[in-house]
């Protein structure tokens, strides 16, 4: 680190003790690393970074963000289907999604935020010191346009690049389709090149196979490659459209995450919410209310099915061809981004 890093560092350190604590949310104050997080997003301007963290404090202090929920996971079990699984082999969480379990054919902004917003607080309870990225696990089998969109796609990256900077470490796309490849064709020219970077496009099963076992353990590496597998065939079983409930059988797989995850943060998270006192991990919402006893069924509704016609992914590993097929791809007006009013954001 040069002197001018260090002394930018010490000006916005300076500048920043006047601002007070958030109750309930003193972990997230800045210390030396959530300070050079956000001088590093800002190519170390000083005054932008100070606009910038003074922007996410009043952001996280007006939205309770340390105590934020997912009303709609609650409301409906599996609307999102976003969850921590496990941690590579870095000690990042590990942050898996699947659009064919989703049990609604369409998300839209506020609900997209709101779920991801839960999930990353929650990950970073798990986090060890020295670990400040994750990564996130895309599986595009069943997507649509109404379940990711150019449009929805930025307001959520959006979101990120302004109040959680430095914190992506990987993202892995799978399965994708050429309904992806249309919609990543938009937002890529408004994202910062360091953070499109950070996207891997993976198709093919020894592809997959190769990412996963350079990234996770062999337990996490087998736990996704059944999953996946799992939730490519249609129609889906009811083990895989309720995944936030435990397996009836202890050999069966558990579509709530790997087994050292479900063993540390999940059957233990009532044990230590009633012995820590300190903020614990809490893991998926309708994985939580499964726990509690609540009945937790998927309400019916056409998503799954609408799934099966308009998921092209199919089996094929030619890129080219989906990028090429990505260029006939018709985005209705509603779904795409208003290119007037944005700027390339780095969320990485």
């Known amino acids: 680190m040069t002197d001018k890093m260090e002394k930018s560092i010490q000006t916005l350190k300076e500048r920043m003790e006047g601002v007070p604590a958030i109750a309930g949310d003193e972990d997230f104050f800045p210390n030396d690393t959530t300070i050079i997080r956000y001088l590093k997003s800002c190519d170390w301007n000083v005054d932008e970074a100070q606009k910038m963290l003074r922007n996410t404090l009043e952001y996280r202090r007006r939205n309770n963000i340390a105590d934020i929920d997912c009303r709609w996971c609650h409301e409906r079990p599996g609307y999102h289907t976003m969850r921590q699984v496990g941690f590579d082999e870095s000690g990042r969480p590990v942050i898996y999604s699947n659009f064919r379990q989703a049990a609604t054919h369409r998300y839209h902004a506020e609900d997209s935020i709101s779920h991801v917003t839960y999930i990353i607080e929650n990950a970073k309870l798990t986090m060890k010191p020295g670990i400040s990225t994750w990564v996130f696990v895309v599986d595009c089998s069943g997507m649509t346009l109404p379940l990711c969109n150019p449009k929805l796609g930025y307001d959520v990256t959006q979101n990120l690049a302004d109040h959680y900077p430095e914190r992506l470490g990987l993202v892995i796309c799978l399965n994708h389709n050429a309904a ?26 020894s592809k997959i196979k190769e990412v996963f076992q350079e990234h996770f353990s062999d337990e996490l590496t087998n736990w996704l490659l059944e999953e996946i597998k799992l939730n490519k065939k249609g129609p889906l079983c009811d083990s895989q459209l309720k995944f936030w409930e435990r397996p009836f059988k202890n050999d069966c797989h558990d579509p709530r995450g790997c087994p050292s995850y479900i063993s540390d943060f999940v059957e233990s998270y009532f044990e230590k919410k009633e012995t820590c006192k300190q903020r614990i991990h809490r893991p998926f919402p309708t994985i939580i209310d499964s726990l509690s006893g609540k009945k937790c069924d998927v309400t019916p509704n056409s998503s799954v099915d609408h799934a099966s016609f308009n998921d092209v992914s199919g089996t094929s590993s030619d890129d080219e061809l989906y990028c090429s097929k990505a260029d006939k791809v018709e985005i209705p007006d509603e779904y795409k981004i208003d290119s007037t009013s944005v700027e390339p954001k780095r969320v990485s």
């Open 180 to 205: 992806f490849h249309a919609v990543w064709k938009a937002i890529k020219v408004f994202l910062h090149r360091n953070t499109a970077s950070k996207v891997k496009l993976v198709r093919s099963l």
